[in-house]
């Protein structure tokens, strides 16, 4: 059938735009006050532009601790806020914000401006004067200690903008931005997502000066189980944590307690340590809970947490308070901002040279106890590096944070009040039950042999909204490619695996589709070719399984179909799905694309 409606909008398009100012002048005209709507709103229009663009600026300015160039720019942006305001407030602006045709666009503008200008005045002035009054020095770790009396003086000024700003990011989020003609939806949309942006930013940092002092000893001593992921052996949350560390916290001072690997330390059991659910069980089996180094099959961090503190417990009699995960593609990030580091056992780590020697070369040239050795030596060096005064503050802090937001750190803790802190941030790990308004897709590998060939994936992965079905519901389209660069020969047996589970020099991974929540996996093709998939559920998300056997330099592509679950009824007019994966040695190609929501059913 011919789109009648939709042909309709487009002709209407032209003439809509005509009409905004033909009304605005009437309306003039009636209140004898012809043509001052009208050029305020062109005024407007230019004011909120640069106010956008100077909005992005600073949030630069003041992630790289530019606080000089940070006023000027905050200056700048004031002039330009307090103007858009004065052009868009008064009566006559607020009665034509009522009329028809022009109205939402109108009141559109107006909301924009004075939002923006309430943050320039009222909220960043404090936060910029605060990145010029705390020394990053004093907020990292110098001589084994950090300050954390300075995190709690700034807790305070960071948690009210932090208030501040999520209410500015609601107050644009309620714009509706269907109907608004292009100039005025393109202008609130990038409004939107600086607004967003800076409100994350924000966010982050209230969460982390309320967060800091207690996990490291505020109230008293703090220890930490923390997991070394091993990225050449896959695993949903990144890679196989074969070693591992304790860390204590005692009021701001941080000490290495001991260390160990899964294997000689932790060892297997005979019975899971923790029951799951019958979901789980049926997903992954009970090889999670009795086998340390497959702790974390899932993505869903909590869960590898909760079993992991177990496992330690029942070893060592000993509770820790919480569990950490990273890996060494944030150690690299690390030696970044603390310089080479020299090893006890010989050489030197640096950032070029981390991921190549902690994942690849050490296999070449090490026995498994020589090995096991080397990891503890490196894990030390860097610790003592980071601890010690050997890190440049404020590079440190903006690495932390480039492998926090590439979830390479994962944090868990058993106070109830700090997992309130952590929760909803990427520090979190957590697979949720809910998307809210932005639907979520998982694609999460584990390694299927044992084997150390994982450092050889290059995965990437494109997400393409489909059509919207009867019930609200929409396809998305999901394609992965996973490609092998391992060379033929000439790897040792620590590297291709010692099973005989697939031939020598094969990587054998599972890929884990989860659907968004409420969805489901409708079906797959391999290189073209519709493919069987397993399946299971956790958290509310139907689970598609593919095992991908990949020999040296072969690749394969997945396409998959999958549908999201019924909008709710205050579903944004705006589709913006999000691709959640698992952090790898190499990068993701990633490409996600956006689409009109959906209608909810009625």
């Given at each position: 059938?011919?789109?009648?409606?939709?042909?309709?909008?487009?002709?209407?398009?032209?003439?809509?735009?005509?009409?905004v100012?033909?009304?605005?002048?009437?309306?003039?005209?009636?209140?004898?006050?012809?043509?001052?709507?009208?050029?305020?709103?062109?005024?407007?229009?230019d004011?909120f532009?640069?106010?956008?663009?100077?909005m992005?600026t600073?949030?630069?300015?003041?992630?790289?601790?530019?606080?000089?160039?940070?006023?000027?720019?905050?200056?700048?942006?004031k002039?330009?806020?307090?103007?858009?305001?004065?052009n868009?407030?008064?009566?006559?602006?607020?009665?034509?914000?009522?009329?028809?045709?022009?109205?939402?666009?109108?009141?559109?503008?107006?909301?924009?401006?004075?939002?923006?200008?309430?943050?320039?005045?009222?909220?960043?002035?404090?936060l910029?004067?605060?990145?010029?009054?705390?020394?990053?020095?004093?907020?990292?770790?110098?001589?084994?200690?950090?300050?954390?009396?300075?995190?709690a003086?700034?807790?305070?000024?960071?948690?009210?903008?932090?208030?501040?700003?999520?209410?500015?990011?609601?107050?644009i989020?309620?714009?509706?931005?269907?109907?608004?003609?292009g100039?005025?939806?393109?202008?609130?949309?990038r409004?939107?997502?600086e607004?967003?942006?800076?409100?994350?930013?924000?966010?982050?940092?209230?969460?982390?000066t309320?967060?800091?002092?207690?996990?490291?000893g505020?109230?008293g001593?703090?220890?930490?189980?923390?997991l070394?992921?091993?990225?050449?052996?896959?695993?949903?949350?990144?890679?196989?944590?074969n070693?591992?560390?304790?860390?204590?916290?005692?009021?701001?001072?941080?000490?290495?307690v001991?260390?160990?690997t899964?294997?000689?330390?932790?060892?297997?059991?005979?019975?899971?340590?923790l029951?799951?659910?019958p979901?789980?069980?049926?997903?992954?089996?009970?090889?999670?809970?009795?086998y340390?180094?497959?702790?974390?099959?899932?993505p869903?961090?909590p869960?590898t947490?909760?079993l992991?503190?177990?496992?330690?417990?029942?070893?060592?009699?000993?509770v820790?308070?919480g569990?950490?995960?990273?890996?060494?593609?944030a150690?690299?990030?690390?030696?970044r901002?603390?310089?080479?580091?020299?090893?006890?056992?010989?050489?030197?780590?640096?950032?070029?040279?981390?991921?190549?020697?902690?994942?690849?070369?050490?296999?070449g040239?090490?026995?498994?106890?020589?090995q096991?050795?080397y990891?503890?030596?490196?894990?030390?060096?860097?610790?003592?590096?980071?601890?010690?005064?050997?890190?440049?503050?404020?590079?440190?802090?903006?690495?932390l944070?480039?492998?926090?937001?590439?979830?390479?750190?994962?944090?868990?803790?058993?106070?109830?009040?700090?997992?309130?802190?952590i929760?909803?941030?990427?520090?979190?790990?957590?697979?949720?039950?809910q998307?809210?308004?932005?639907p979520?897709?998982?694609?999460?590998?584990?390694?299927?042999?044992?084997?150390?060939?994982?450092?050889?994936?290059?995965p990437?992965?494109?997400?393409?909204?489909?059509t919207?079905?009867?019930?609200?519901?929409?396809?998305?389209?999901?394609?992965?490619?996973l490609?092998?660069?391992?060379?033929p020969?000439?790897?040792?047996?620590?590297?291709?695996?010692?099973?005989?589970?697939?031939?020598r020099?094969?990587?054998?991974?599972?890929?884990?589709?989860?659907?968004p929540a409420g969805g489901?996996?409708?079906?797959?093709?391999?290189?073209?070719?519709?493919?069987?998939?397993?399946?299971?559920?956790?958290?509310?998300?139907?689970?598609?399984?593919?095992?991908?056997?990949?020999?040296?330099?072969?690749?394969?592509?997945?396409?998959?179909?999958?549908?999201t679950?019924?909008p709710p009824?205050?579903?944004?007019?705006?589709?913006?799905?999000?691709?959640?994966?698992?952090?790898?040695?190499?990068p993701?190609?990633?490409?996600?694309?956006?689409?009109v929501?959906?209608?909810?059913p009625?």
């Open positions: 059938m011919p789109d009648h409606e939709g042909a309709t909008r487009r002709q209407k398009r032209p003439l809509r735009r005509r009409l100012l033909a009304s605005v002048a009437l309306l003039c005209a009636t209140l004898a006050a012809a043509g001052l709507v009208a050029v305020g709103g062109f005024r407007a229009r004011h532009q640069r106010a956008a663009t100077l992005g600073l949030r630069g300015q003041m992630t790289a601790g530019d606080v000089k160039a940070a006023r000027a720019t905050l200056d700048a942006l002039g330009e806020t307090a103007a858009a305001r004065a868009t407030s008064g009566m006559l602006w607020r009665l034509a914000s009522r009329a028809p045709v022009v109205g939402d666009d109108l009141a559109a503008v107006a909301t924009a401006a004075r939002v923006l200008d309430d943050l320039a005045s009222d909220v960043l002035p404090p910029v004067e605060l990145a010029d009054s705390v020394d990053p020095a004093a907020l990292a770790p110098r001589d084994g200690r950090v300050d954390i009396a300075a995190l003086r700034a807790a305070p000024r960071v948690a009210a903008a932090d208030v501040a700003m999520q209410q500015a990011r609601q107050t989020a309620g714009v509706d931005l269907e109907g608004l003609v100039p005025v939806r393109r202008g609130m949309v409004l939107r997502d607004v967003d942006g800076a409100a994350s930013q924000i966010a982050t940092a209230a969460r982390a309320a967060l800091l002092p207690r996990m490291l505020a109230d001593p703090r220890t930490y189980l923390v070394f992921q091993n990225l050449a052996e896959v695993r949903a949350t990144g890679g196989a944590p070693a591992f560390a304790v860390v204590r916290a005692d009021r701001g001072r941080i000490q290495l001991s260390q160990g899964a294997g000689r330390d932790l060892g297997d059991f005979d019975s899971p340590v029951g799951l659910d979901a789980m069980r049926r997903l992954y089996t009970d090889r999670m809970s009795r340390p180094a497959d702790v974390n099959f899932t869903h961090f869960t947490a909760a992991a503190r177990e496992m330690y417990r029942r070893r060592t009699g000993v820790v308070d569990v950490v995960a990273t890996d060494p593609v150690l690299g990030y690390l030696l901002a603390t310089g080479p580091v020299a090893l006890p056992s010989g050489g030197r780590l640096t950032a070029d040279n981390a991921v190549d020697q902690l994942l690849s070369d050490v296999y040239r090490l026995s498994p106890p020589a096991d050795l990891f503890a030596d490196a894990a030390r060096a860097a610790f003592e590096a980071l601890t010690h005064g050997g890190a440049d503050p404020a590079a440190a802090l903006e690495e944070a480039r492998a926090a937001a590439e979830r390479r750190i994962l944090v868990w803790s058993a106070d109830a009040a700090d997992r309130a802190l929760a909803g941030t990427v520090l979190e790990g957590s697979l949720p039950e998307d809210g308004a932005r979520v897709v998982g694609v999460f590998l584990n390694d299927g042999t044992g084997a150390k060939l994982s450092y050889y994936l290059a990437s992965a494109s997400l393409t909204p489909g919207c079905r009867a019930d609200g519901r929409r396809a998305l389209r999901l394609r992965v490619t490609r092998s660069t391992a060379p020969t000439g790897l040792s047996d620590s590297v291709v695996g010692v099973m005989d589970l697939v031939p020099y094969t990587v054998r991974t599972n890929v884990m589709v989860f659907s489901s996996v409708v079906r797959a093709r391999r290189d073209g070719r519709a493919i069987g998939i397993g399946t299971g559920r956790e958290r509310r998300r139907h689970v598609g399984v593919v095992t991908v056997d990949l020999t040296p330099g072969a690749g394969a592509t997945l396409d998959i179909e999958l549908l679950g019924t009824p205050d579903a944004s007019a705006e589709l913006r799905p999000h691709l959640w994966t698992t952090p790898g040695v190499k993701w190609a990633i490409t996600v694309e956006s689409a929501a959906c209608r909810h009625r």
